[in-house]
Structures are given as C-alpha cells and as structure tokens.
C-alpha cells in the first residue's frame, strides 16, 4: 500500500514531485526487505548468466546490481520497475561488439562499458528533451519479434551450455546452430543430467511454490554435487574464479573511431529500454494505482546507465520478469532494489568464494528458463487471430533480428512501423452520414451502403488528417459514393470537417482537382464543423473561397434542402 491514494489519468502522465522510495512507510519496511532478499535470490544468478551472454566476466553483472540499482532506485517514479540487464541487452551487447573485438579481452569490456554511457547519455538526453514518444515507434508486434529473435540466439547458446558443447566467441545463429548440431555427439552425460535435473527443478518449483527462488535452489543444489561428487574431473564446466570486491569506479578509453561505432548499437539499446521500461512503468502504475513520471523514468535508467559504465558492468534495462516477481512479493516501493544492491555487496566483499564451482550447465539451464517467455510463442498466436498484417510484421522482424543481426533487425523495425503507419493513414475511413427523421436530431450516424443522406444530398465525413498519404484514396472515394447514387443524382456534397486536423500542401491540390470535377457535374461544394484554424488554412490552401462553411451538419442539410 502506499502513502496516498491517487488514481493516475488514463497512461499513468502524471507530474509526481520527486521523492526517493516513495510509497514506503514503517510498516512495510519488513515485507520490503523480504522482497529484497527474495529479489537477490532471483538477480544473483540470472545476472551472472546475462553476463556471460554478454561476453563479459561474472562480476560485469554482479556489479550491476550495485552502483547502477542505487542510482535507479533513488530516481526513477516508479515504484516497481526493477532496473538490471536482461536477455535482450545482453544478447545486442554480445552482437554488437562481438565483430568489434574479442570477448572475454580488455578492449571488448572497454566497449561494454563505454556502450552503456553513452546508452546513458542518450537515455538522459530523451528525458532533458522529452523524447520518450519515439518508444512509440516500437509497436508490440515489432517489441514481440525483436526480442523473441534475440531470445531464440540465446536459447542456442544456452542449450550448448546444458550439454557441455563449446561455442565459437561471437558467432551468429546459424553458426551457432551448425555448431550445436556438430557437437551432439559429444555431449557431455553429466552436464545434460545437471541441465534436466536444473530445468526440471525450476519448470515443477514454480508450480509448487512461487515464492521459493528456485534458481538459487538449483544453483546450491547442483553446486554442492559437483563439489561433492568431483564432477569437474568428468568435464563439467565451472564458472570459475570471481574476483572479489567491490565495483571501482572507472571510466573507458576509446579514440573517437571507438565510440562512434557504439553509437548505433547504443541506440538501439536505448530504443528498447525505453520502450519496454516506459511501458512496464505504466501499466504496474495503473495497475496498483500510483502516479509515474516517464521522463524521470528514462533520467532514472541513464544514471543507471552511466553508472554500469563507470563500475565495471554492461547497460541495464527494464526487467519484466523481476518486476512481476516483486509485484507477486507485494513489494510496492524501490527498497528491494536497495536491499538488493547491498546484498550484493556483502557477496562480493566476503562470498565470491561460494560462486567459483556453479557448473554451468545450471546456469544456462537458468537462463533457457527465464528466457522462454520471451520467444513470444503465445504472443504470435494471439497476434495471428487478431491481426495477420501485425503477425507479419512481427515475423520478419523475428526473422531478421535472427538471421541477419540485432542493429539491422532494429532498423528493419523501424521501417515495418513507418509502413504499418503509413498504411492505416493512407485508407481513413470516409463515412455516408444518414438524416435522423427528427429534423431537431444531430447527423452523426453512418448511412447503409449506396445511400444518400437526402435526395440529391450526400454528407460525408473524413475521420482522419488530410495529407499527401492518404489524400488521393479520400478523394477517390468521395469519387465512389458520388457515381453510387443514380436516383436522384447527387446535386450538393457537404463534407463534414470534424475530425480533420490539419491539410497539406498535397491534400491541397487533390481538393482542388476533386472540385473541378464537381464543378464538372455540377455538384455543389460545401463544408461543416470545420475545427478551430481549419477553416484558415483551407483558405490560404485555396481549397475553401467562396464554398459555404456550416457550423453544424443539421445546417449544412437544410441550405441544401432550401437550395
């Protein structure tokens, strides 16, 4: 529960002042830290297997549970989103740099870390300049494919993982899968009973018992049987030595060249931190009824950002899966976050010793689960009953983020939005309005196809902006419900402006032509409920000069009936 009862507008746009951990009171203070422990169960593994992803050393995402989760918490509106790396970061950081340099070398982690700042920079610069509407080009078609593409590139790695089948560095999906296929016939037995036993653990668990952080279950349980059982001498890989300590603030060295060829991965990233992060605030705030401010929000992730590149870690997003984990946890404030960070701390201060023999088949039995939620299957067969061109659009967006790259498949998205764009502008709907009986009532009703509005008389509505998109498809068909009514033939047309906000030049001279063929048949040109400043710009556009301009549709009808 929090502090004050406010019912946020439809969007959750409310102007929260900025007040660090809002929502928490004393009596929650113990449910909080609860759910911040259960979070650091849930982080702490998931986190060394997104930095592996990533091609970076453990540490790189134990260290993003620290510096990066303070600066966050303290910030962001709020008072659920959980900021860390997930999948999808880790998975465009391994595919962006991976061409750039070696994983696992100094330069590839300089990379990393200076991706992230200016990740950051750029995520600040969007909340300075208010740009979090460009998310909106992200439509959830396009957010689906993307992710599941990426989803589906990790799942293979993690597979590889289970089985104890090494992967070249930086090889793209199908390399990986030529790989796998390659390698079956040298699974490691072990490390597939680990990987079942991990997956059956974690998949029956949750069914169990919610609550229960599973993935640091499998990850003791299996660690004490390789420990016990000297597994690694039968060639079960281990996560190996962690360094300890705690992150050192730092800053990467790059020459210009360095940085400017991050720059389009970083946008990238930014684009879906703000997209998913900006969307998952929301809807937890209408949700649980508290106002969230989406420019503080974006602020929150670029100082969680330059943080991770200033501590030794990789960019940080939004976390869907440990958000709803909290939100299941009855956590509604950022203190789990907090409680988090300083348990991290403390593990990496005095128990990194604990994580040198985690075998990694359980690990990417960890991160296999986490992620197939992701793939996006139920999501494709709901998109596919409600709409096929969306389902479409999605696919080749999974498609191309899967075999061609993350960069190339983000700007293939970008073009699939602008298409699906344009194509709902390019056909608006343009509407025969039929006369009520009541010559008192308002015209506002559509009229059955192939009928006038009164004899002789056509009213029609156009429901959209005019423009060069779809300006031709209106005025063909006004053209169509024109040459449709024979008896009597249309005598007076009377467009209806109401829900016109704005002509351009284009849409000018297609109204221009459309009159001259009226003028042609001797129809009568005029317009109603023209929008404030409409009516002005039509004239200097020379579509309106002497054609009559009716307050209401009602008045429009009786001059013609008078005419």
């Not at 030794?312 to 997003?317: H, K, M, N, P, Y």
Request: glycine share 8%; proline share 6%; charged share 15%.
């Amino acid at each position: 529960m929090s502090t004050i009862n406010v019912h946020p507008r439809p969007g959750g746009h409310h102007r929260p002042g900025w007040r660090p951990l809002a929502g928490l009171r004393r009596a929650l203070i113990i449910r909080e830290a609860l759910a911040g422990v259960t979070l650091l169960a849930i982080a702490v593994p998931l986190n060394i297997g997104y930095a592996q992803i990533a091609g970076l050393p453990p540490t790189a995402g134990l260290y993003a549970l620290v510096l990066p989760a303070f600066a966050y918490a303290l910030v962001v509106s709020s008072r659920q989103v959980v900021a860390s790396p997930d999948a999808a970061a880790a998975a465009l950081v391994a595919s962006s740099i991976g061409g750039l340099a070696v994983a696992g070398g100094s330069g590839y982690a300089t990379m990393a870390l200076a991706q992230a700042i200016i990740c950051g920079v750029l995520l600040v610069a969007a909340a300075v300049f208010k740009l979090g509407f460009l998310a909106n080009f992200l439509s959830k078609p396009i957010l689906i494919g993307f992710v599941g593409g990426l989803a589906l590139d990790i799942m293979v790695s993690q597979l590889a993982k289970m089985l104890g089948i090494p992967l070249k560095s930086g090889e793209e999906f199908l390399g990986k899968l030529s790989q796998l296929s390659a390698g079956l016939g040298k699974t490691n037995p072990w490390s597939l009973l680990i990987a079942v036993a991990s997956v059956a653990i974690l998949l029956l668990g949750r069914r169990i018992a919610q609550v229960v952080p599973w993935a640091l279950v499998v990850l003791i349980f299996t660690t004490v049987l390789v420990v016990t059982a000297g597994l690694e001498t039968s060639g079960v890989a281990v996560l190996g030595p962690v360094d300890a300590g705690p992150p050192v603030l730092t800053w990467p060295v790059l020459d210009l060249a360095g940085w400017l060829v991050l720059v389009p991965s970083a946008i990238a990233l930014t684009l879906v931190t703000m997209a998913e992060g900006l969307l998952v605030a929301r809807s937890y705030g209408e949700k649980n009824g508290y106002p969230t401010s989406p420019n503080r929000d974006l602020l929150a992730f670029g100082a969680a950002n330059i943080a991770a590149g200033a501590s030794g870690s990789f960019t940080v997003g939004s976390s869907t899966s440990r958000t709803a984990a909290m939100d299941q946890a009855g956590s509604r404030t950022q203190l789990p976050t907090l409680v988090a960070a300083a348990g991290t701390l403390l593990l990496l201060l005095f128990g990194t010793a604990l994580l040198e023999h985690i075998p990694s088949p359980a690990i990417g039995a960890v991160v296999a689960v986490a992620i197939l939620p992701l793939l996006g299957i139920r999501e494709f067969r709901v998109l596919w009953r409600q709409d096929q061109f969306e389902f479409i659009v999605g696919a080749v967006c999974f498609l191309a983020t899967l075999l061609i790259g993350a960069i190339p498949g983000i700007l293939i998205a970008f073009v699939l939005a602008l298409v699906n764009l344009a194509k709902r502008a390019a056909t608006p709907a343009v509407d025969v309005l039929a006369a009520e009986g009541d010559p008192l009532a308002a015209v506002v009703r559509i009229a059955p196809p192939g009928t006038a509005t009164a004899p002789g008389v056509l009213l029609i509505r156009v429901a959209a902006p005019l423009f060069f998109a779809n300006s031709s498809a209106v005025a063909e068909t006004i053209r169509d419900h024109i040459e449709a009514i024979v008896d009597p033939l249309v005598r007076y047309l009377v467009l209806d402006l109401e829900a016109v906000t704005d002509v351009d030049v284009t849409a000018a001279e297609t109204f221009i032509s459309l009159q001259h063929w009226l003028n042609e048949r001797h129809i009568t040109l005029s317009f109603s409920r023209a929008r404030p400043g409409l009516e002005d710009r039509m004239r200097a556009l020379g579509i309106i000069t002497d054609e009559a301009v009716y307050p209401t549709n009602r008045a429009a009808l009786d001059a013609a009936a008078e005419r």
